[in-house]
DNA sequence: GCACAGCCGTGAAAGGTTTCAACCAGATTT
DNA sequence: AAATCTGGTTGAAACCTTTCACGGCTGTGC
C-alpha cells in the first residue's frame, strides 16, 4: 500500500541485514554505535514506520487494552476512563475506548473486535449477562476484569462501588429531612445499578419500619436509545412525577444526568426545590454542582476506580500473573449534601 | 500464546485446506453448502476468532480510523465522537477515541501509535502546529482531517464551525444588551479556537466603534494540565475577575466549561446573574440549560461536525478517492440565549 | 601460539491470514 | 469422443517483524 518502507527496504539501504535493524530500534544497545547511527538516519530519511499488525503478529498480543463503558455521554465514565488510562500509560499500555451506548449488540460487537485485536486484557462494564462472550476471553487466556460491577467470585477480578450502599446513604438522607414518600428514578432494572441502588433504597425503607410502597420507582424509557440522553430520559420521568397524586415529596435518581434531567423540569414548572420536592442525584458528577440547585449527590470514586480496575488487569497479564489470585474490590460511596436535598442547606461546592 | 488456534488448525480438523477455511469466512457463497457446514462447525467448536493483525498485515491497512480529541471532558467532544462514530459505524469501520488532553506531547503518542498501527485515516483536533507528523501521514497517503479547525488550504480536508463569527455572536448580543465592559475568558491562545473565538470578539468591539480595551482579556493558567479540569479553570478565572476593577458587567467564556465554573464561583459571591454580570458561554453542551442559571451560549453542530469529518474521511480513503478533492467545510454556529445574558430572559430551555 | 570469551552482525524460521493461479471432477456442448 | 465450461478446492506466495542459534572477528590470558 502506497509504498510503505518496510524493515526490508532500510536494511538494504544501511547495508546491514533486517535482524540488525531490528536490534537498532528494541536493543540498541547490542548494536555498535556506527551502525546504529547509519541505520537511524536511513529509517529517518525513509520515514520508516515499524508495523504495529507484523509486530504483534510475532508477539501474539498487543500492547492495547480495550476499556468498554456504558455511556460516553456520562461524565462518570470519563472519569473512570482517564483513571484507567493513566495507569496503563505508565505501564506502557495503550487504552482502546469503547461506548456500548448500554446496546447488548454494540457490546457484542466491540467484544468480538477485542477478540481479533488480541488486546492484552479487556475491562468492560457489563450491560447484562453477556457472560458467553466474556466467558470466551478467558478461555483463550486474555483476562476481562469488571468495572463498576461486582463480579461473581472465582471467575475475575472485579472493582465496584457498593450500590446498594450508595443507594441505601441517599435514602437514609432524605428520610432523615423527613420524608416518608420517596420516589426512585432509573434507567431500565436490567442494568445491575439501577437493580442494586433501588435494593438499597428499598432495605433502607424497611430498616425505618415502613412499608415499601414509600417507595415508588419510575423506570425510563426501555427503548434501546435511551443511553447518552440520560438528562431527557430525565426529563420525560420528571413529567410522570408531576403527574403522579399524591406527588412524591423527595426523589432519588440513579444517576446525576437524571437528576439534572429532572431538575430542569421542576424548575420550569415552578416547583421550587428543595422545599417542594428534594432531590438526590448519583455520582457526583462536576456538573451536580454547578446545576440550578447545587445537586446533592451520592460520590463515586470514579477515577479511582478506573485506575484499580486497570492495575489488576496488568497484574493478570504480567509477569507475576502465575500467583495472581482474582479479587473483588468494592469501593464505598460517599454522600454529598448540597442545597438541592435540604432547604438553606450547605453552600458547600463539591471537588 | 495460550494455544490460540489458527486458521491452519481449523482446516486440518476440518479436513480442508486453509483457502478454504479463508473462503468461508469471506466468501461463503464460493463454498459448497456442505463443506461450510462442516468448516462452520469446527471453528465453532475450536473458537477461533481470526486474527486481525495477520489479516492486517495481510492487507496493509487496518479497518480502523482514529479521533484524536482535545479534551474527553468536555461534552462537546463526545458529541463529535459520537457523530463520528456513528458515521463510521455505517461504512463498517470502527474507531479508536482517543484524548491528547491538550497535551501536544499525548498527541505525538498518540499520532506515532496511529502510524504503526497503519489506521485507515485520521481524525484530529490539532493541539498546535504539529504539522510535522500530520505531513508524515500524508506522505504515507494516510487521509487526515481536521475536526474542529480548519485547515489551510490544499492540504487536506477539515471540518469547522466558524470560530470568528461564533466570538462575534456572543459580544454582539452583550453589546446589545448595553454591556461596553466584557471580559473574555479562555484557555491559553495558543490554541486556535481560544484565539479566533478572541478576533470575532475583538473584531465585533471594534465594528461597533469601541476601543479594544473594552474587551479584556483572562487567560487561564497556562500549565500543562489545564485539560479536563476546564471548569476549575473557570473557578480560578472567576476570582481574577472579581478582583478586577472596574468590574466588567459582562463575560464571554471560550467554552461552557469555564462558564459553568465562572457561574459557580458568581453564585457562591452572591453576585447575580445576568443582572450584575451577564455571562455567555460556547459550545452549548446539554449542561449549559441546566445550570444554577440557564446559559447562553453559542451552539455548535458537535455531532454533525463529527459525522461530516468522518465521511470526508471515507471518502478519501475509498474506491473513489481518486477523484477526491479537497474540501474545508466551515459550519456556522448560533447563539442560543437563555437567562444567563438577559434580565427576565427567555425561559427557553435547549435542545 | 592457542584457547577462550565477548562483541557484532547474520540468516532463516515462525507467526496467521488473504489472494490467486492452477487444478480437478463432473457436466455440458460440439 | 473430444473440447469447453463450471463450481469447488488447493497450494504457495506475500505481508513484516522478531527471535535465536550461530559465525567471524578481536583481544586477552596463559
Request: glycine share 10%.
Amino acid at each position: 500500500m502506497a509504498g510503505s518502507v518496510g524493515i526490508k527496504e532500510v536494511a538494504q539501504q544501511a547495508g546491514v541485514s533486517v535482524g540488525t535493524v531490528s536490534n537498532v530500534i528494541n536493543r540498541p544497545e547490542n548494536v555498535s554505535e556506527q551502525t546504529r547511527v547509519r541505520v537511524l538516519a536511513v529509517i529517518e530519511r525513509l520515514g520508516y514506520v515499524r508495523s504495529e499488525s507484523a509486530r504483534q503478529l510475532r508477539a501474539g498480543q498487543s500492547r492495547i487494552i480495550s476499556l468498554l463503558v456504558l455511556d460516553m455521554a456520562n461524565p462518570f465514565f470519563v472519569d473512570v476512563a482517564s483513571g484507567a488510562e493513566r495507569a496503563a500509560r505508565e505501564a506502557g499500555l495503550w487504552v482502546m475506548l469503547c461506548n456500548s451506548a448500554q446496546s447488548p449488540g454494540e457490546e457484542a460487537g466491540y467484544l468480538s473486535l477485542f477478540a481479533e485485536q488480541r488486546v492484552r486484557g479487556v475491562l468492560v462494564t457489563p450491560v447484562d449477562g453477556s457472560g458467553r462472550e466474556l466467558a470466551d476471553f478467558r478461555r483463550r487466556g486474555t483476562p476481562v476484569v469488571f468495572v463498576d460491577r461486582a463480579q461473581p467470585s472465582e471467575e475475575g477480578c472485579s472493582v465496584s462501588v457498593d450500590d446498594v450502599m450508595g443507594g441505601g446513604l441517599a435514602v437514609r438522607h432524605l428520610l432523615e429531612q423527613g420524608h416518608r414518600d420517596i420516589a426512585y428514578i432509573s434507567g431500565p432494572m436490567r442494568l445491575t445499578q439501577c437493580q442494586d441502588r433501588y435494593t438499597g433504597a428499598l432495605g433502607m425503607i424497611e430498616r425505618w419500619g415502613l412499608p415499601r410502597s414509600r417507595l415508588r420507582h419510575i423506570e425510563t424509557g426501555g427503548l434501546e436509545d435511551t443511553a447518552g440522553r440520560d438528562a431527557e430520559a430525565g426529563r420525560d420521568a420528571a413529567a410522570r412525577l408531576l403527574g403522579m397524586s399524591p406527588r412524591p415529596t423527595a426523589v432519588f435518581c440513579a444517576n446525576d444526568l437524571l437528576a439534572l434531567g429532572v431538575l430542569q423540569v421542576l424548575y420550569g414548572a415552578g416547583v421550587s426545590v428543595p422545599e417542594e420536592i428534594a432531590l438526590v442525584g448519583y455520582d457526583d458528577i462536576e456538573f451536580a454542582s454547578a446545576a440550578a440547585v447545587p445537586l446533592t449527590s451520592v460520590r463515586q470514586p470514579a477515577q479511582r476506580m478506573g485506575r484499580i480496575a486497570a492495575e489488576l488487569l496488568m497484574e493478570e497479564t504480567g509477569d507475576a500473573a502465575r500467583h495472581h489470585r482474582h479479587q473483588q474490590i468494592v469501593l464505598r460511596p460517599e454522600l454529598v449534601v448540597r442545597g438541592s436535598s435540604v432547604s438553606g442547606g450547605p453552600k458547600e461546592r463539591g471537588m
